[in-house]
């Protein structure tokens, strides 16, 4: 069992910077990829990031790719997803998870087993 913690989500305006961060628990932590998705009013949950086990190895949603870079520190269980030049369309509730289905890559939530309580994120114009 894995309960993810998210935090550091807030109001930004465009341009800027945030960095979320995924406080996992539970002993099984390193041997889990992790990802981190974002749902806006209306719309369904969309990936937008991923780690595997190790850190080797990550993949971005197009939307995404050059301004985001997800990391991990398996000795800390922690998740982190660095935010840069925030569009008001990155505009969600941003989630953590981990565990679920072995293999690489994971990029949809079925695939995932435990999720956070997610994080706002609102980005200004």
């Known amino acids: 069992q894995v309960q993810l913690v998210e935090s550091g989500g807030g109001l930004v305006q465009a341009g800027g910077s945030l960095r979320l961060s995924c406080a996992a628990s539970g002993r099984t932590f390193s041997a889990y990829a992790m990802g981190w998705f974002r749902q806006a009013p209306g719309k369904e949950r969309e990936f937008v990031a991923a780690i595997n086990w190790s850190g080797g190895s990550t993949g971005y949603a197009d939307s995404v790719k050059g301004r985001f870079t997800i990391s991990r520190d398996n000795a800390k269980n922690m998740v982190y997803l660095q935010m840069n030049s925030l569009k008001p369309e990155d505009t969600a509730v941003y989630y953590c998870?981990?565990?679920?289905?072995?293999?690489?890559?994971?990029?949809?939530?079925?695939?995932?087993?435990?999720w956070g309580q997610g994080t706002q994120v609102i980005v200004s114009s």
């Open positions: 998870a981990g565990g679920g289905i072995a293999g690489w890559p994971r990029i949809r939530p079925s695939e995932y087993a435990y």
